[in-house]
């Protein structure tokens, strides 16, 4: 067979096929409408669905005060860590979209007297959007939050809970940091007070053998009050290390006043001591605020609570029709074709 008695068969052929469809057109007529006819009824019949939106941007740093652990005055040691708005808000854009989230929100919202449709639910899932906000080309901190839901005004409350719902564990999660934070400070205070405490013990042990030698020192050399006539034109270099000279009155007396030391807090005598307690008591100062406090924080800035589109955004009307179209046409062709081939199986 040549090249031009193939190309002349498939004309033929082409011309065939054409003129099947042709002798067919009513058939494809009568699925198009028919499947266009389905569509529509399916995009009248079915519930409408709304968009619901709200806008999120971060928090203030003056809206954390309430819960921000205290700046100390003194030399900050072991400082418990500052609330930063921007680290709350990612774990806010990394938590939105959380299914387990998601999860533990919806048992609260349920068991509170909230929507219990389990589709909604779905749908909620499945349609919930995070969208960066746009302004004149360049991307800001703003996030919008879409949803979809049939009922406008159970999608309204649905987003507005959920956005209440994280906000509230958002600020769980940062009383539990702050707390924990609280707890490592505490104790490395508390090592740190007993390690300067111990020093400050042996130091005064160490002082205390001094006199006390130079106690028996001078009591064997029988002075017991301090000569200052006779040290009145004696260099202070000789006498250093010669404390006995002061006699046993005032050694007693030294002795006495430490030895009433031993055994007790050194914070009176020790102003890394006493900096130390002074922070000890503003974290448990903060301990206690934080375990008393009951209200309300916002984590981060809700812009516009959620709302409802005036018009419903699905079914998409145009869509479906599109998709009646392309499928009436589809198997119009694919009856046209079993007809043909039945016929020439019958010849």
């Excluded at 959007?129 to 159970?154: H, L, M, T, W, Y």
């Excluded at 809700?302 to 699905?314: F, H, L, T």
């Amino acid at each position: 067979m040549s090249i031009d008695s193939t190309l002349d068969g498939d004309e033929i052929d082409l011309a065939k096929l054409i003129k099947n469809v042709w002798r067919g057109r009513w058939i494809l007529v009568a699925w198009t409408a028919t499947l266009i006819l389905l569509m529509l009824c399916y995009a009248f019949l079915r519930t409408p669905i709304y968009k619901i939106e709200s806008i999120i941007s971060p928090s203030q740093s003056a809206n954390l005060i309430p819960i921000q652990p205290s700046v100390m005055s003194i030399a900050e040691v072991h400082p418990v860590p500052k609330l930063d708005e921007r680290v709350i808000y990612s774990s806010v854009l990394f938590q939105l979209g959380s299914i387990s989230v998601l999860r533990d929100f919806w048992a609260t919202f349920s068991s509170s007297g909230g929507e219990k449709n389990e589709n909604d639910f779905r749908s909620f899932i499945d349609d919930l959007n995070i969208v960066s906000v746009i302004s004149q080309g360049e991307e800001i901190d703003s996030r919008r939050i879409e949803v979809k839901f049939s009922n406008p005004e159970a999608g309204e409350k649905t987003l507005n809970a959920y956005l209440e719902f994280l906000n509230k564990r958002m600020q769980q999660q940062a009383i539990e940091d702050i707390n924990r934070s609280i707890k490592a400070s505490a104790t490395a205070i508390d090592n740190a007070i007993a390690l300067l405490e111990d020093d400050a013990q042996k130091k005064l042990s160490y002082e205390l053998l001094k006199l006390k030698e130079n106690y028996e020192i001078a009591k064997s050399l029988k002075i017991t009050t301090t000569p200052y006539k006779d040290l009145e034109n004696i260099a202070l270099t000789i006498l250093d290390g010669r404390d006995y000279l002061l006699g046993t009155d005032a050694l007693l007396l030294q002795i006495n006043m430490l030895s009433a030391r031993q055994g007790k807090s050194m914070r009176a005598y020790d102003r890394r001591i006493n900096d130390l307690f002074l922070a000890r008591n503003i974290i448990d100062s903060d301990a206690a605020r934080l375990a008393e406090f009951k209200g309300f924080v916002p984590m981060f800035r809700i812009e516009n609570r959620a709302e409802s589109s005036i018009d419903p955004v699905g079914p998409e009307t145009l869509l479906l029709l599109l998709g009646g179209l392309v499928a009436g046409l589809f198997l119009g062709c694919l009856h046209i074709a079993l007809i043909n081939l039945m016929k020439q199986n019958g010849d």
